[in-house]
């Protein structure tokens, strides 16, 4: 398959994602009608419950199989001097996490998840989006392709995360492109003192003119401003709406490299909750935009799927009260009873 025709059918597939199961979703919301509390009384697990239910396709959604995937990546933009960090930071977390000494390594084990990571062609940066496309076609595609194949086999809810340093300077100007603005949507990032903020915004303005198409295209502005761990997030994203299994985003980078889903079709990235507010500026502005309301805020800006493997827990709750819990004739209750 050529390069156009790889692009072509990635198009079809982000214009037509398949529907959720609504039956099944209905059939959750009849049962939590029926369990032995006032109604509506567990407020958002229960539409947790019939989220998951939604996208799984099952009546009595289930959490076995849980994994969480970071992809990693680097950036030309770097160079700009767009992070305090150096971009061979990116390599050596990627280390860490192989040693499980991150954040994500405790927080997948406490949410009882598979952790893989994914660097993708460290080597090689993507080129320095205020110059020329972050990608080429093939390099986008592949990239999208690799987030796909990142997946188990046998996956109930699939937990998404990056790392890579200057990414947020991508996650900036990708949530420009999509949603309007420009260098306001950047923040400070791993740290950014007041001048090097200046300069990164400056970098989103440049980037942004440099590359009007990515205005009025989605998949033009993830190839032209995001980065390999961006495009696999949205490929990986795509596969999973495929597949029938619900995601959660983590943060800013995460929740604007999945957004092109919803701005390419209706209810594209409805299968995906954003797990947590980050407190990376942009982050919140991005949700609402989205028209989310994240799960948790911990003024948490980690990266990593450190905050989607956090909100595990609560979709376990969730699912716990939903199975678990006696109907009204289960326990003798008589229905409407305190």
Not at 99 to 112: D, F, R, V
Not at 188 to 214: I, Q, S
Not at 267 to 296: F, N, T
Not at 304 to 321: D, H, I, K, T
């Amino acid at each position: 398959m050529t390069g156009t025709e790889r692009l072509a059918a990635l198009r079809a597939r982000c214009a037509a994602p398949p529907a959720g199961d609504e039956a099944a979703a209905a059939a959750v919301t009849a049962r939590q009608a029926r369990l032995t509390k006032p109604p509506g009384s567990l407020g958002r697990l229960e539409a947790l419950a019939a989220w998951m239910a939604r996208w799984q396709g099952r009546a009595l959604p289930r959490l076995e199989r849980v994994q969480v995937l970071v992809f990693a990546g680097n950036h030309g933009v770097a160079a700009r001097g767009v992070s305090p960090y150096p971009a061979a930071v990116t390599a050596q977390m990627v280390a860490n996490f192989a040693a499980g000494g991150a954040a994500i390594n405790q927080l997948a084990a406490c949410a009882g998840a598979r952790l893989r990571v994914v660097p993708l062609a460290l080597e090689t940066p993507t080129a320095d989006m205020t110059e020329a496309p972050a990608l080429a076609p093939e390099e986008f595609l592949d990239a999208v392709d690799s987030g796909a194949a990142a997946m188990d086999e046998e996956v109930d809810l699939l937990c998404l995360g990056e790392m890579g340093i200057g990414n947020t300077t991508a996650g900036a100007a990708l949530a420009a492109a999509l949603f309007g603005g420009g260098g306001d949507w950047a923040g400070r990032g791993t740290g950014l003192d007041e001048a090097g903020l200046a300069r990164k915004r400056a970098v989103v303005e440049a980037a942004l003119a440099r590359h009007p198409e990515a205005r009025t295209d989605p998949l033009e502005a993830a190839r032209r401003l995001g980065g390999r761990e961006l495009a696999a997030i949205l490929g990986a994203a795509l596969e999973a709406r495929r597949r029938g299994v619900p995601v959660l985003l983590d943060g800013f980078v995460c929740t604007a490299a999945a957004a092109p889903l919803a701005r390419l079709a209706p209810g594209g990235l409805d299968h995906a909750l954003v797990a947590h507010c980050s407190a990376e500026a942009g982050h919140r502005r991005l949700v609402e935009a989205l028209g989310q309301r994240p799960l948790l805020d911990l003024g948490m800006r980690l990266g990593e799927a450190s905050g989607a493997a956090l909100a595990v827990p609560l979709l376990r709750a969730a699912l716990a009260c939903h199975a678990g819990m006696a109907t009204f004739a289960e326990a003798g209750v008589a229905e409407g009873a305190p």
